[in-house]
């Protein structure tokens, strides 16, 4: 046997120590942060769906022009080149991103949703979090390596700080950034920063929903079997939202440089297009849409197009260039598929919500640890069976796609499948391993 060493368990306590320490005001930081913006939010949003449409009219390309005003003007203030994106942050840049810029992306968001923009209210959110936290990785000189966990840290804090979910925010902090990995040695400065911006915004009188689920009390297979069925349903609706929104981003460049528009005009016509697709589309899937979800989740019939009419306005209006949220239209898109498929199975409609509101998150996100924790925190221990089954599914079926086009893949999700490792999703054309060709081919020539 190795002989026992006093040392490593010293060093491991005092990393402990030190990262309470250092997790916890950042968490303290972040909440306030995070919190002053919600309070901003729930002053804005909210007050188009029952507005005119006339109004709608005016709001949607006024706002669009307001946020492509402030993306392309308010960067110009910045004096570094780091990209202000958090996973770029961790992977490509030391855990370093602009702070002169941090106000930019959450005051585009409240204009966003004030307008009827239908986005998310999470991006902000994450987004002060983790320039606060690379803030205070600056200003304490820490090295590269510790600034990187201390970035995660505030994605992690603001995302606990919207949804109220910090072992889940800790996880989805860490798990966007690359598919197929988690970087362990996050994990427990992420959940000390989400506890400590949790208490905060809860102290500051932020209110979070609760749920009431009836999840079986005792486990069933064919119960599970038909939640691995919903999850399949929902990777597929994540995977049409993803190209929804890749698509709607490719347009909208195409449209730019083949008529060398002024970019700050193509959020305004995305503003456009939105408003005039609400003549047909009803306005409930305008802004964050919660009334909607909500709605679903208490099992009220939900129309089995639902699901695509918010993703085609949140792909328009993210993909033309409004700055919001991408995790809240995925919960959205969840629990609306979920509700609307669960009765073609002799689910009941609010179990089939819950189980999709994690499932499009699991996929779109490729994030099924986090989104299983989340089912857990949000619905209760008795759901953790149902939703890891069907998160997985979700995962799965997606593919090598992902809502974020800087996520990084780590590991491939098949054997079947090769994809290079450490290239982004965006960058990265995935095809069909060699060995699986070789026996297609070897099929084909026994075929003939």
């Known amino acids: 046997m190795p002989r026992f060493r006093l040392t490593e368990p010293l060093v491991m306590l005092a990393t402990v120590l030190q990262w309470l320490v250092l997790a916890s005001v950042t968490g303290v930081v972040v909440g306030l942060g995070c919190t002053l913006f919600l309070r901003a939010l729930f002053a804005t949003e909210g007050r188009v769906y029952a507005a005119p449409w006339w109004w709608l009219l005016l709001l949607l390309p006024l706002g669009g022009l307001v946020n492509g005003l402030l993306l392309h003007y308010g960067y110009r203030l910045r004096r570094s080149k780091f990209i202000d994106n958090p996973i770029v942050a961790v992977n490509e840049q030391q855990g370093k991103l602009p702070f002169r810029t941090m106000w930019i992306k959450p005051v585009a968001s409240l204009v966003t949703l004030a307008c009827g923009g239908s986005a998310g209210k999470e991006g902000p959110c994450s987004h002060i979090g983790a320039s606060l ?3 205070i990785g600056r200003v304490l000189g820490l090295n590269r390596e510790m600034r990187k966990r201390l970035l995660a840290c505030g994605v992690s804090a603001g995302f606990a700080s919207v949804f109220g979910t910090p072992i889940a925010g800790a996880i989805y902090g860490v798990e966007m950034l690359a598919i197929g990995r988690i970087r362990h040695d996050f994990l427990f400065p992420g959940i000390v920063a989400g506890v400590a911006a949790l208490q905060v915004s809860r102290y500051l009188g932020v209110p979070y929903p609760s749920y009431h689920i009836d999840f079986a009390g005792h486990f069933t297979e064919l119960l599970f079997l038909k939640t691995v069925l919903i999850g399949i349903l929902c990777g597929g609706v994540a995977w049409i939202f993803v190209e929804l929104l890749r698509q709607a981003k490719r347009a909208t460049h195409l449209l730019r440089t083949r008529w ?3 970019p700050p005009l193509m959020p305004m016509l995305g503003g456009l297009l939105v408003a005039l697709l609400v003549l047909a589309v009803p306005t409930d899937y305008l802004g964050l849409s919660l009334p909607v979800m909500e709605r679903a989740l208490a099992g009220a019939d939900i129309p089995v197009t639902a699901f695509f009419w918010k993703a085609l306005l949140v792909a328009i209006t993210l993909g033309s260039g409004f700055y919001g949220g991408i995790v809240t239209p995925q919960f959205v898109l969840g629990a609306l598929a979920g509700g609307a498929f669960a009765p073609w199975l002799g ?15 699991a ?6 640890m986090a989104a299983i924790v989340m089912g857990a925190e949000l619905f209760g221990s008795d759901s953790t069976l149902y939703v890891a089954g069907a998160c997985v599914a979700a995962y799965l079926i997606i593919g090598h796609r992902s809502v974020y086009p800087e996520q990084q893949i780590a590991f491939s999700k098949s054997s079947w499948i090769f994809a290079h490792a450490g290239l982004p999703v965006g960058e990265e054309k995935v095809r069909l391993s060699y060995g699986l060709l070789r026996w297609l081919q ?3 020539r026994r075929g003939a």
């Open 133 to 135: 936290a690379a803030a």
């Open 260 to 262: 060398a528009l002024w």
């Open 347 to 361: 689910i009941p409609p609010a179990l089939g919500a819950a189980v999709g509101f994690v499932s499009v998150v």
């Open 363 to 368: 996929a779109a996100s490729n994030a099924p």
């Open 442 to 444: 070897k099929r084909r």
